[in-house]
Antibody, heavy 120, light 109 residues
Framework: EVQLVESGGGLLQPGESLRLSCAAS????????MNWVRQAPGKGLEWVSGLNGLGGSRYYADSVRGRFTISRDNSKNTLFLQMNGLTVEDTAVYYC?????????????WGQGTLVTVSS | EIVLTQSPGTLSLSPGERATLSCRASQGVTSRYLAWYQQKPGQAPRLLIY???SRATGIPDRFSGSGSGTDFTLTITSLEPEDFAVYYC??????????FGQGTKVEFK
């Protein structure tokens, strides 16, 4: 059974940094793309970042490019999102999502999300 | 960036009725790389349809997707009580960003 468990969320002040983690199990982690998708309170889904199975290709939304860095440790089946220079607009539930292929692909499994709140 | 516009914003229907949800792209979506997701309150999204018309594993056949180019449709042939939720389309054609539509809420009439 595929499982994705996010961790690392919390309450921060503007300008601070945070690293989210997503522990994956139940599938061959390095064979699949992974994504981060966020959802601000009461709002829709926003794709944030993704990378392919070996992590050689990384992609970002314009809203986070230059501030966020996605990475993965395939030896530990873990996905990361390093978030720097946080703003109140980054407040959201952050979901880790597994692609159904090595690169660009729909997300066929999702974690339950971790809440990041940025407030002064 | 491909912008996806979903309509209507809210669909008020009764169980047993047919739901037709639209997703229009600002430019053609290559190779029909269009997915639909369902999200219920307090839950993560669930993949329903990928490749514009292929049902994901375990999705009932009352859900179907169609379309190509810039116009895509999700149809639920006969609404069950558990289908009342918010539905999102997403395009995953290269290059990124892989944008979502703003969502359509299917609510009880």
């Amino acid at each position: 059974e595929v499982q994705l468990v996010e961790s690392g969320g919390g309450l921060l002040q503007p300008g601070e940094s945070l690293r989210l983690s997503c522990a994956a199990s139940g599938f061959s982690f390095s064979r699949y793309a992974m994504n981060w998708v966020r959802q601000a309170p009461g709002k829709g889904l926003e794709w944030v970042s993704g990378l392919n199975g070996l992590g050689g290709s990384r992609y970002y939304a314009d809203s986070v490019r230059g501030r966020f860095t996605i990475s993965r440790d395939n030896s530990k089946n873990t996905l990361f999102l390093q978030m720097n220079g946080l703003t109140v607009e980054d407040t959201a539930v952050y979901y880790c999502a597994k692609g159904d292929d090595y690169d660009a692909s729909p997300s066929d499994h999702w974690g339950q999300g971790t809440l990041v709140t940025v407030s002064s | 960036e491909i912008v996806l516009t979903q309509s209507p914003g809210t669909l008020s229907l009764s169980p047993g009725e047919r739901a037709t949800l639209s997703c229009r792209a600002s430019q053609g979506v290559t190779s029909r790389y269009l997915a639909w997701y369902q999200q219920k309150p307090g839950q993560a999204p669930r993949l329903l349809i990928y490749g514009a018309s292929s049902r994901a594993t375990g999705i009932p056949d009352r859900f179907s997707g169609s379309g190509s180019g810039t116009d895509f449709t999700l149809t639920i042939t006969s609404l069950e009580p558990e289908d009342f939720a918010v539905y999102y389309c997403q395009q995953y054609a290269s290059p990124p960003p892989w944008t979502f539509g703003q969502g359509t809420k299917v609510e009880f009439k």
